[in-house]
């Protein structure tokens, strides 16, 4: 992992440069930064003294409407270090608070997978497009005949256009029946893709894929080429098209040192997941069936990898049940399957994780609750009536007011809200936005609450419009920059990745190098989109 360092314009001619700390890095580590105008070359040291208090510098002392390349310095024992990639800008008078990436036509991203495909430390971004999705229940307004075929381009930290894989017409255009994840499972230095495939085009008459061979395939991350696959998961023992159409992956440490992937078919009924190395044999095989019937129907929308147990090694939160490193089921709610669902220290005064939860199913009670993520033991619950809390919700630490993290669920039809903060105090009963489901917490101005997005703003709770940003939000991570997190969003023909442009005196290290914040940016690209959350374990 490089600095990461990044340059945006401000206001008034002035340009934010922020960079990474590592968990390498020593205590006392400093920085200067540099910059060079690109048409005289001329170099100058920016800061008097090396930065210590944060990772971030305001530069004000530069000529509006001139481009630099910047660069950063460690600097220890007075002694400086090797320099780092250099990030260009032109110092605008005005504000430009993101990095764009244009596509390769007038298409939108439907999902955005950040990894390091060419082993330069910088992250590479790849995405599904188009915006297109379609959804196997069988409810009017929800599947519709794919008219086209998903594609997944590569493109590089800098914009380049590296590859594009065709997912074929045996994989329709939804987001249950096309899981991909970008991750260097081989541990190469290079990550690569993963995804579900079929063969040819075994479509139905009315466009359905319900035959044909069906693989799970390792995509190398520098060609866009297959080089290895293993059957999927089958058909067998689903009772409808609805149900057997749930597919997942991700990584997690099983053993705590080296990467597993994780392959899940099924969210209603019977579930499959197994665990597979590096070399795509398989560690172990789980089904919700035989003795574990009662685990049938408790998964969610996407896959959770935490170390719930504080044992060191990653354990599988799937839903409303949490299986074991070794794939042995460790306990179930029992509440059925929900759509809101965070592992999080939520709770500070409380030991381990915890786990907030909103349920799709009806419950006279409980509906919405906190549970131990190591027991699956209710702390707390809502005592009234639910029908669908539907969507991912919220969880982050919005009000300093409450210490911990608050909770925020609704109902699909809009009737209800709940804003619990993470001793279980209900603090509203209101919706964030217009009626909105699953508003994004994030840190971005700097101090120790997170801040929200909802309908195209960044706003403290209770407060005032700090930044607006376009298009639809498809990632959030810490992939570039100082500490706080990037938004990257959607817009026709291109992505941006919106950076914050506030300075901040305080500095931690990178969020990446929290295992489960980095396997959490990992899951974000297939299944619902659950912002990550950090669990305390860095990575190996």
């Given at each position: 992992m490089d600095r990461g360092l990044v340059a945006l314009a401000r206001d008034r001619g002035q340009v934010f440069v922020s960079w990474r700390l590592l968990q390498s890095d020593p205590a006392d580590i400093g920085f200067n930064l540099y910059r060079e105008d690109i048409f005289n070359h001329k170099l100058e040291r920016v800061n008097d003294k090396p930065v210590t208090s944060s990772t971030c510098y305001l530069d004000s002392t530069l000529a509006q409407g001139t481009t630099y390349y910047y660069h950063v310095r460690p600097v220890t024992g007075g002694k400086e270090g090797p320099p780092s990639a250099t990030?260009?800008?032109?110092?605008?008078?005005?504000?430009?608070?993101?990095?764009?990436?244009?596509?390769?036509?007038?298409?939108?991203?439907?999902?955005?997978a950040v990894a390091d495909l060419d082993g330069d430390g910088a992250y590479d971004y790849v995405i599904k497009q188009p915006d297109f999705n379609t959804d196997p229940w069988r409810e009017p307004g929800y599947w519709r005949r794919s008219r086209d075929t998903y594609k997944l381009e590569a493109y590089s930290s800098k914009g380049k256009f590296l590859w594009r894989y065709d997912m074929g017409w045996s994989i329709?255009?939804?987001?249950?029946?096309?899981p991909y994840?970008?991750?260097?499972?081989?541990?190469?230095?290079?990550?690569?893709?993963?995804?579900?495939?079929?063969?040819?085009?075994?479509?139905?008459?009315?466009?359905?894929?319900?035959?044909?061979?069906?693989?799970?395939?390792?995509?190398?991350?520098?060609?866009?080429?297959?080089v290895s696959r293993i059957p999927w998961f089958s058909r067998d023992g689903f009772d409808t098209m609805s149900h057997v159409t749930r597919n997942f992956l991700t990584i997690a440490y099983l053993d705590g040192k080296r990467p597993s992937l994780i392959m899940?078919?099924?969210?209603?009924?019977?579930?499959?997941?197994?665990?597979?190395?590096?070399?795509?044999?398989?560690?172990?095989?789980?089904?919700?069936?035989?003795?574990?019937?009662?685990?049938?129907?408790?998964?969610?929308?996407?896959?959770?990898?935490?170390?719930?147990?504080?044992?060191?090694?990653?354990?599988?939160?799937?839903?409303?049940?949490?299986?074991?490193?070794?794939?042995?089921?460790?306990?179930?709610?029992?509440?059925?399957?929900?759509?809101v669902g965070y592992v999080a220290d939520i709770d500070q005064a409380r030991p381990g994780l915890e786990i907030f939860y909103g349920l799709e199913t009806h419950h006279e009670t409980g509906g919405v609750c906190l549970a131990e993520a190591?027991?699956?033991?209710?702390?707390?619950?809502?005592?009234?009536?639910?029908?669908?809390?539907?969507s991912q919700g919220m969880v982050g630490d919005i009000d300093a007011a409450h210490p911990g993290m608050e909770c925020y669920a609704g109902e699909s039809d809009r009737s209800q809200f709940w804003l619990y903060s993470a001793k279980g105090e209900r603090m509203s009963d209101k919706p964030f936005g217009n009626n909105v489901l699953a508003p994004r917490a994030i840190w971005w101005d700097g101090d120790a609450q997170k801040e929200i997005n909802c309908e195209g703003r960044i706003f403290d709770y209770n407060g005032e419009t700090i930044t607006e940003i376009e298009g639809r939000v498809i990632g959030i991570a810490d992939c570039l920059g100082d500490w706080r997190e990037e938004i990257i969003t959607s817009l026709p023909g291109e992505i941006r990745i919106y950076s914050t442009t506030i300075p901040t005196n305080t500095r931690r290290t990178c969020l990446m190098q929290d295992r489960q914040y980095r396997l959490g940016v990992t899951a974000a690209s297939m299944g619902y989109f659950y912002p990550p959350q950090l669990g305390g374990v860095a990575m190996p």
């Open positions: 990030f260009f800008v032109r110092a605008w008078p005005f504000n430009v608070p993101y990095v764009q990436i244009l596509l390769q036509g007038n298409y939108d991203a439907h999902n955005v329709e255009m939804g987001t249950w029946y096309s994840i970008v991750y260097d499972l081989d541990c190469d230095g290079r990550a690569e893709l993963y995804t579900k495939a079929g063969e040819g085009d075994p479509r139905e008459i009315d466009g359905e894929v319900v035959s044909g061979p069906e693989w799970l395939v390792k995509v190398d991350g520098s060609s866009g080429e297959v899940q078919r099924g969210t209603y009924g019977i579930i499959k997941t197994g665990a597979f190395d590096a070399s795509l044999e398989k560690i172990w095989y789980w089904e919700a069936s035989g003795e574990n019937e009662k685990y049938q129907g408790q998964a969610q929308h996407g896959l959770i990898s935490a170390d719930i147990d504080r044992d060191g090694r990653d354990e599988l939160v799937i839903g409303s049940a949490a299986l074991d490193d070794d794939g042995k089921a460790i306990w179930t709610t029992g509440l059925g399957h929900n759509d190591e027991s699956g033991k209710i702390i707390w619950s809502y005592q009234g009536k639910t029908t669908h809390v539907h």
